[in-house]
T-cell receptor, first 113, second 115 residues
Framework: NAGVTQTPKFQVLKTGQSMTLQCAQD?????MYWYRQDPGMGLRLIYY???????DKGEVPNGYNVSRLNKREFSLRLESAAPSQTSVYFC????????????FGQGTRLTVV | AQTVTQSQPEMSVQEAETVTLSCTYD???????LFWYKQPPSRQMILVIR??????QNATENRFSVNFQKAAKSFSLKISDSQLGDAAMYFC????????????FGTGTRLTIIP
């Protein structure tokens, strides 16, 4: 049981380059999330998808786009990377019920130079 | 919007002692869940314990227990008999019970265990 799989694990981009972070879950969860983690800032929500076909902005959506391709996959795209987007990115998924545990991918360490 | 605040960026405790991590939150909802997640150096996020707001009894999981004060909007985590493996970042998190709501995290507390 793979759980939540994120790719890539590490990436270095030049300012202005674009890239897509991929996320897939095999637990049939409806809810999926993208967070970024920065020192002293905790996990901040970038985008959230309550179900296939729906996406909502989180706390820090500027500079990002997302696609909920199907129930399994939720991708995060940086159209024009900036040094401020250097961070560790986490994808997560959970069931609809509020008390459901969220399962996380291993994270992507992204450096923009 | 709901907010979660962790006012202790770092804490340390002697091995085998007890430590309490603090968390406060703000919400206008009456039914919600609160969580503590652990993130060891491996970066993997691990659920430690969860509490439903409607339950009076504080949740307990082995050496981990919470002190949930609904009126004060406080949700602290107590770790008893601290072990070296407890060293990690600890995040408090909030989610409404209904409506397929998002999961909101605090800024985290880094816990160091002193041998």
């Amino acid at each position: 049981n793979a759980g939540v799989t994120q790719t890539p694990k590490f990436q270095v981009l030049k300012t202005g380059q674009s890239m897509t972070l991929q996320c897939a879950q095999d637990m049939n969860h409806n809810s999926m999330y993208w967070y970024r983690q920065d020192p002293g800032m905790g996990l901040r929500l970038i985008y959230y998808s309550a179900s296939e076909g729906t996406t909502d902005k989180g706390e820090v959506p500027n500079g990002y786009n997302v696609s909920r391709l199907n129930k399994r996959e939720f991708s995060l795209r940086l159209e024009s990377a900036a040094p401020s987007q250097t961070s560790v990115y986490f994808c997560a998924s959970s069931e609809i019920l509020g008390g459901s545990e969220a399962f996380f991918g291993q994270g992507t360490r992204l450096t923009v130079v | 919007a709901q907010t979660v605040t962790q006012s202790q960026p770092e804490m340390s405790v002697q091995e085998a002692e007890t430590v309490t991590l603090s968390c406060t939150y703000d919400t206008s909802e009456s039914d919600y869940y609160l969580f503590w997640y652990k993130q060891p150096p491996s970066r993997q996020m691990i659920l430690v314990i969860r509490q439903e707001a409607y339950k009076q009894q504080n949740a307990t999981e082995n050496r981990f227990s919470v002190n949930f004060q609904k009126a004060a909007k406080s949700f602290s985590l107590k770790i008893s008999d601290s072990q070296l493996g407890d060293a990690a970042m600890y995040f408090c998190a909030y989610r409404n019970s209904f409506g397929n709501e998002k999961l909101t995290f605090g800024t985290g507390t880094r816990l160091t265990i002193i041998p």
